[in-house]
């Protein structure tokens, strides 16, 4: 048996294998690292894109938001009235009862709650002018180290790589029985 005829579609498949080997690592070493920061300016401005200041408005400022932290607020206020107003104005504090913290507190709280929305909402706008979203998530990705990038890229797409890699294999070793079998049909 000639040993040639085993060998083609194995040396195919080898060379199909280091040829995508190859290909990933010039992507990943040589033409990345020079792309960076145009992928950079790209992922900023995708995230940027992604991100809707006015579902984050209407999230921050939304009944149940503001129903979540009233409860904190509620405990502050307590705190205040109960402690810090007595520490601050001694004088006061020999004057104002349960009943009236309490009333206090119930004024204040309806008073917050009228007053948390608009202020959320006047948050979210100056985070709207604020946050640069493109600018920090390109300067990130810009910062990157190019290894740290491709080590990264390895990371997360490993399956994908390898199989891209096994992909050339399989090639190659299809092209080398498909030589073989022209070979034996015109010798």
Request: net charge positive; charged share 20%; proline share 4%.
């Amino acid at each position: 048996m000639n040993w040639w005829l085993i060998l083609v579609p194995v040396v195919g498949a080898f060379i199909g294998w280091l040829g995508n080997r190859m290909v990933v690592n010039t992507l990943l070493k040589r033409i990345l690292p020079q792309q960076q920061p145009k992928v950079a300016v790209l992922a900023g401005e995708a995230a940027a894109a992604f991100v809707d200041f006015d579902a984050i408005e209407q999230k921050i400022s939304g009944p149940e938001a503001i129903q979540k932290i009233m409860p904190q607020v509620e405990g502050h206020i307590d705190h205040f009235l109960r402690n810090k107003l007595g520490q601050a104005f001694p004088m006061i504090s020999m004057f104002i009862g349960e009943k009236t913290i309490s009333q206090l507190k119930e004024i204040f709280m309806k008073e917050l709650e009228e007053i948390f929305p608009q202020l959320m909402q006047s948050y979210a706008k100056n985070l709207r002018s604020d946050l640069d979203v493109e600018k920090m998530v390109s300067q990130k990705i810009a910062s990157l180290s190019p290894a740290k990038v491709e080590t990264a890229i390895r990371q997360q797409l490993a399956r994908q790589l390898r199989s891209f890699e096994l992909t050339g294999a399989g090639i190659g070793l299809v092209t080398g029985i498909i030589q073989v079998l022209i070979f034996l049909a015109f010798a």
